[in-house]
């Protein structure tokens, strides 16, 4: 497998370019952004790009499956306009580029509660992003919708109350399935479920999608 990886300087896409580096499954890993990772390994090329500058970087996008990875909150966007620009426009571009030069699977982070109709900013966008590659007819694509995610040391203050609460709730057996995943383990599922996908592809006669929900992900760690 060929991997390429956008976001990997984000907490999900630094506890994934470990693992796809560890599989003996994994080729090579292409990662692509506005940054290099603190990552380094023999099988990964990072190339720092702008994202904006779309024919700079397109013919680059070379390989089997990309994970798109990439994502940021409001607050560090500074404006709706701005998180747009990289939660969907960055995302649906680079997944773009990657179906018109032959790639085959998606791996899409997205989030819990996603729905393009939602009142909510945020998981409106993300339905949209979901629907826009979609439309895109990747053989293989595969829908994370995450729950609350755990990131290292995380300095956010919402964030680290939220995991609090569901914690809470969760030891009264409330909300189970939207209880808070730690980024490492939604990086394992990741893998995990481009690996079974690309295993049984011969077996699909036509586009195959997947969505995993929170529950689903849970199963799928415990599999």
């Known amino acids: 497998m060929k991997a390429i990886v956008i976001g990997a300087t984000g907490a999900t896409g630094k506890a994934l370019l470990p693992l796809l580096a560890a599989s003996s499954e994994v080729e090579s890993i292409d990662s692509f952004g506005r940054r290099h990772p603190d990552f380094s390994h023999q099988k990964l090329y990072a190339h720092q790009i702008d994202f904006a500058r779309i024919d700079t970087w397109r013919n680059e996008v070379q390989g089997d499956v990309l994970f798109a990875c990439l994502g940021t909150t409001l607050k560090a966007a500074g404006s709706k306009e701005a998180q747009w620009a990289i939660d969907y426009e960055a995302n649906l571009e680079f997944a773009k580029a990657a179906r018109e ?45 995450s ?22 709730l969760n030891r009264i057996g409330m909300l189970k399935n939207q209880r808070p995943l730690a980024v490492e383990k939604l990086a394992q599922a990741m893998l995990k479920a481009a690996l079974l996908s690309s295993h049984e592809q011969a077996s699909y006669s036509k586009n195959h999608m997947q969505v995993y929900e929170p529950q689903d992900i849970f199963r799928l760690l415990d599999q």
């Open 147 to 168: 729950p609350l995610l755990i990131r290292p040391n995380s300095d956010r203050l919402g964030e680290k109350m939220a995991e609090r609460i569901f914690r809470v």
């Open 101 to 145: 030069n032959g790639v085959d699977a998606l791996v899409l982070v997205s989030a819990s509660g996603a729905n393009s109709a939602s009142r909510l900013f945020y998981q409106r966008m993300k339905g949209e992003l979901e629907q826009a590659i979609i439309a895109l007819n990747f053989p293989h694509l595969i829908i994370f919708r």
